[in-house]
Antibody, heavy 118, light 113 residues
Framework: QVQLVQSGAEVKTPGASVRVSCKTSGYGFTGYYMHWVRQAPGQGLEWMGW???????NYAPTFQGRVTMTRDTSISTAYLEMNSLKSDDTAVYYCAIQLGTSWYLDHWGRGTLVIVSS | DIAMTQSPDSLTVSLGERATISCKSSQSVFFTTNNKDHLAWYQQKPGQPPKLLIYWASTRYSGVPDRFSGSGSGTDFTLTISSLQAEDVAVYYC?????????FGPGTRVDIK
């Protein structure tokens, strides 16, 4: 079955960078977009962007210039890197995919908690 | 950006009763090219990732119980749980996927009375 396995929790200091990974299996990784969505503690969902099978990217304006999404086809893994971390970047970061015919997200990873604290 | 609002913020419903959640978008998410509303609903239980319930505003995703239904078009949408079960306690989010940045509503918490 489809699985999206994310890397473990991270604790970072303000100004640092973080990279979160999402290792996939059970579907054709090379054929589908990967999305990233974050959720601050007790808050709602915030779409961050997607990376296409051909590695084109579309970032939400909020994250433009601070986020980089990449993918490694050889190991069916996607990455989210965020720099210049601030305390309000503390959140759970989810990877998610759309196997359907449009942009609704039908499979999600379990999330990676990133804590930004001095 | 398309802003999404939901109401109520939370609701408490007796087991077996109907729960209704409203979602509104700041502009239409109906795409004339495919004649579909680009609106999805997700359920999120504590400590879990969101789970897709409904897409195209009214199409139930595979495996979703038929007590969940979606309706509406354009800018006004509704998620209905026809007979609330204990396992339906969760936060429900709508999302537009008509135009990037894809945006979510703030969520509606559903509890048992």
């Amino acid at each position: 079955q489809v699985q999206l396995v994310q890397s473990g929790a991270e604790v970072k200091t303000p100004g640092a960078s973080v990279r979160v990974s999402c290792k996939t299996s059970g579907y054709g990784f090379t054929g589908y977009y990967m999305h990233w969505v974050r959720q601050a503690p007790g808050q709602g969902l915030e779409w961050m962007g997607w990376i296409s099978p051909r590695e084109a990217t579309n970032y939400a304006p909020t994250f433009q210039g601070r986020v980089t999404m990449t993918r490694d086809t050889s190991i069916s893994t996607a990455y989210l890197e965020m720099n210049s971390l601030k305390s309000d970047d503390t959140a759970v970061y989810y990877c998610a995919i759309q196997l359907g015919t449009s942009w609704y997200l039908d499979h999600w990873g379990r999330g990676t908690l990133v804590i930004v604290s001095s | 950006d398309i802003a999404m609002t939901q109401s109520p913020d939370s609701l408490t419903v007796s087991l077996g009763e109907r729960a209704t959640i409203s979602c509104k978008s700041s502009q239409s998410v109906f795409f004339t090219t495919n004649n579909k509303d680009h609106l999805a609903w997700y359920q999120q239980k504590p400590g879990q990732p969101p789970k897709l319930l409904i897409y195209w505003a009214s199409t139930r995703y595979s495996g979703v119980p038929d007590r969940f239904s979606g309706s509406g078009s354009g800018t006004d949408f509704t998620l209905t749980i026809s007979s609330l079960q204990a396992e339906d306690v969760a936060v429900y989010y709508c999302q537009q996927y008509f135009h990037t940045p894809f945006t979510f509503g703030p969520g509606t918490r559903v509890d048992i009375k």
